[in-house]
């Protein structure tokens, strides 16, 4: 048996397959590994491919970053994967699934990341990506679309750990999984923290919170419900279908990523909920607040009427009215217009309109 760890070839050991040179941010990483270890990052991934299985053991880890159509036509070709599943690959914009084509596994998660955002403002508070895992009998490729949900870390951490790694493929698509849904516990996380403080805002009876701002969080939850809720089903199709390529060590790992999912899937749609609630409450609060503001313009209004109307009947052009030439019929009208104002005044005051 050939040992692991082999000295590099020179240039002329192997015909090279001609292919597509690596383009920046596009082919991440590709590398072999056996029993867990990586032996050496193959300069194209139809070589890795064809050292794994002239040696009958280890597997291909392909890393892409939002390839574009040819290049995931060649890989589509190179590793056997089915042209529809190659196409969602590229186009991305799918809902989580898992879909299997003969020993073939595709299963699509969707990645979210946090955004940092004043609580007040409008701003988006979410952003989400994909992340696409194919899984053979001698290969795993990862398809990465957005700005942010890395895999180097994780291969690395996985690199560290032989003995999981030695499980093969489904190895790389637990840890995946598992990244992807510990981020979804920190951005909920997060989240509440928004939920508890526009909670507080809304019913602290001095601030005065932009409804607009409950309403845009209520959307980014919505569109993080809509990333995390689906992929329920694959996690429990991949923990129990038996007849999957998958070891059953892998299985167990997966039954505690399906339990984390399905926590977070319930605080996502408790956040829903509570949103729903602060939604009426804050509108409940704008007409309570409406009423009042009617209420003191109704009883300023009343005030007004009065000396007007007292006014408007001695501005009349009449001849003959009474009091007209009385002397002290001036103050005595200013008087009792004070005196009917200061009564309403004192009303309204009591009624708690003022």
């Known amino acids: 048996m050939p040992s692991f760890h082999r000295p590099a070839r020179s240039p002329g050991t192997r015909p090279a397959t001609p292919e597509p040179a690596r ?17 050496w990052d193959e300069s194209t991934y139809k070589n890795a491919l064809a050292e ?18 040819d290049l995931m ?11 529809l599943a190659a196409e969602d690959a590229v186009h991305a914009h799918q809902r989580p699934k898992l879909e299997r084509y003969d020993d073939i596994l595709f299963l699509v998660l969707r990645t979210v990341q946090y955004l940092p955002h004043e609580l007040k403002t409008v701003a ?5 990506g994909e992340i696409m895992v194919f899984v053979g009998p001698d290969f795993v490729i990862t398809v990465r679309h957005g700005g942010h949900g890395g895999l180097a870390g994780l291969r690395k951490r996985l690199e560290g750990d032989p003995a999981q790694l030695a499980l093969g493929p489904g190895a790389v698509l637990h840890a995946v999984a598992d990244q992807v849904v510990d981020v979804y516990m920190e951005v909920t996380t997060a989240i509440e923290e928004d939920v508890d403080a526009i909670e507080e805002e809304v019913f602290t009876p001095s601030n005065k919170l932009q409804i607009e701002a409950i309403y845009q969080l209520k959307r980014e939850v919505v569109e993080l419900r809509r990333a995390v809720k689906p992929l329920s089903l694959p996690l429990q199709v991949l923990t129990h279908d038996t007849s999957l390529p998958l070891p059953k060590e892998i299985r167990r790992y997966l039954r505690d990523v399906a339990d984390h999912h399905t926590a977070v899937t319930e605080q996502v749609m408790d956040f829903n909920e509570s949103l729903s609630a602060l939604i009426n409450a804050a509108l409940a609060k704008v007409s309570v607040q409406q009423n009042t503001d009617m209420r003191k313009i109704s009883a300023w209004a009343a005030m007004a009427a009065v000396p007007t109307m007292i006014a408007g009947v001695y501005g009349m052009n009449f001849t003959h009215m009474p009091e007209l030439s009385w002397t002290y019929g001036y103050p005595i009208v200013i008087v009792i217009m004070v005196v009917l104002c200061a009564g309403l005044y004192g009303n309204f005051h009591r009624n708690k309109w003022l």
């Open 23 to 39: 383009e920046p941010g596009r082919v991440i990483d590709c590398a072999v590994y056996v029993d867990g270890r990586r032996l």
């Open 124 to 128: 988006e508070i979410v952003d989400t």
């Open 73 to 83: 036509s060649d890989v589509a070709r190179t590793f056997g994967l089915h042209a």
């Open 52 to 69: 794994v299985r002239e040696r009958h053991e280890g597997f291909v880890w392909l890393g892409l970053h939002e390839p574009g159509l």
